[in-house]
């Protein structure tokens, strides 16, 4: 009597396949973000350029922001920074903001890959689309959404885009100068003195006024 072997579970892959299930899904991301941008590229869509199913994808990556992070290759969730730094008084926000940004840059994992995605960011082509929507959406929207707080006024809104803008304008520039460009003293400050001197700066675009007016 042969010894029959247990039947493997559909849609459980292993091994080797797993390895190749993961690089299929991801090289089709990067395909489906180039060709349509990060807003109309879906993970159905990214799913079926694989040839898997949608529940694979979500398997390997838990949304469409994990795979915007896998495909531009850096260990940070910049939308679950953010997310992370609007838990609190709104008075407090800019020092939060430049708190986060800072300490996630400063670490040796994150920095190479970082400054990488933002030279593409700024540069021509699909990765660059791709990475700018992400970054409006993710990031700059969600703060402007905190920022207008359910006030549904057009021109509230406008203005909290406007504000979340200004405020992601001045941590650019900080994150240009001290990890791109690498201009002393600025790339050797320690966190907490930027913290000082350019949370103020920040929490004034965000709120139209200085911290504790």
Do not use: C, N
Request: aromatic share 4%; hydrophobic share 45%.
């Amino acid at each position: 009597m042969t010894e029959r072997s247990t039947p493997r579970r559909p849609g459980r892959p292993r091994g080797a396949e797993q390895g190749d299930l993961r690089a299929r899904i991801l090289a089709a991301a990067t395909a489906e973000f180039g060709e349509r941008g990060y807003e109309a590229a879906s993970m159905r869509a990214i799913a079926r350029r694989a040839g898997v199913d949608p529940a694979l994808v979500h398997h390997y990556f838990d949304d469409k922001q994990r795979l915007v992070a896998e495909v531009v290759e850096v260990p940070l969730r910049p939308d679950r920074l953010v997310r992370t730094a609007l838990d609190g008084p709104i008075d407090e926000l800019g020092a939060r903001l430049v708190r986060a940004v800072l300490t996630a840059w400063d670490s040796p994992a994150v920095r190479p890959a970082a400054v990488a995605a933002l030279r593409s960011a700024i540069g021509h082509g699909p990765v660059a689309r791709m990475l700018r929507e992400f970054l409006r959406g993710e990031i700059m929207h969600r703060i402007a959404v905190r920022l207008a707080d359910g006030d549904l006024d057009e021109a509230a809104a406008a203005d909290a885009e406007l504000r979340a803008e200004l405020a992601a304008s001045q941590l650019v520039g900080v994150i240009m100068v001290r990890y791109v460009l690498e201009f002393e003293p600025l790339a050797s400050l320690p966190v907490d003195e930027l913290v000082a001197r350019v949370g103020p700066a920040v929490q004034w675009h965000l709120t139209g006024r200085p911290p504790g007016a």
